[in-house]
């Protein structure tokens, strides 16, 4: 068992849609989807209590962001194409987090939107999801 790479991540968040969401582009679909700002009541919700994206994973966008295995970079030139996990230069001290959380807006749920962290901070909004 390991951490997506966020190729890997986005991948299986997109669930082989091209827009914005897992859904499409509408974001009043959003709320049927994920727990964020404004409906999740300031806390994390069991995984499951929102609609499955079309390959049955459930809170894809939102709920907690989700650690990923790659280092930190600002932009995507130089990354691997192969779907591995980028883990030369960019910042060291720092990992990719992906899908957004309770506590913000529904730009940072948007399948493409990327964060990070620091690889050994711990908040109640910072989750992860296994690939085996």
Same mark, same amino acid.
């Given at each position: 068992? #390991?951490?997506?790479? *966020?190729a890997?991540?986005e991948?299986a968040c997109r669930?082989?849609s091209?827009?914005k969401?897992?859904?499409?582009d509408? @974001?009043n679909? +959003?709320? %049927?989807?994920a727990?964020?700002?404004e409906n999740?009541?300031? #806390?994390? !919700?069991? /995984?499951g =209590? %929102? +609609?499955?994206n079309? $390959?049955?994973?459930?809170?894809m !966008?939102g709920? @907690?962001?989700e $650690?990923c =295995?790659d280092?930190?970079? *600002?932009?995507?030139?130089?990354?691997p /194409?192969?779907?591995s996990? $980028?883990l030369?230069?960019?910042d %060291?001290?720092?990992r990719a +987090?992906?899908?957004?959380s309770w506590?913000?807006?529904d730009?940072?749920c948007?399948?493409?939107y990327?964060n990070?962290? @620091?690889?050994? &901070?711990?908040?109640?909004?910072f989750? &992860?999801? @296994?690939?085996?």
């Open positions: 068992m #390991k951490l997506p790479t *966020e890997q991540w991948y669930a082989g091209t827009g969401y897992c859904f499409g509408d @974001v679909q +959003l709320k %049927k989807y727990w964020y700002n999740a009541g300031s #806390k994390t !919700h069991p /995984v =209590e %929102k +609609l499955a079309s $390959w049955g994973l459930h809170d !966008h709920n @907690v962001w $650690w =295995e280092v930190w970079h *600002e932009n995507y030139n130089g990354a /194409v192969d779907g996990a $980028w030369t230069g960019g %060291k001290d720092r +987090l992906r899908g957004g506590y913000y807006g730009i940072v948007r399948s493409a990327h990070r962290g @620091v690889a050994d &901070f711990r908040n109640d909004d989750g &992860f999801r @296994v690939v085996v």
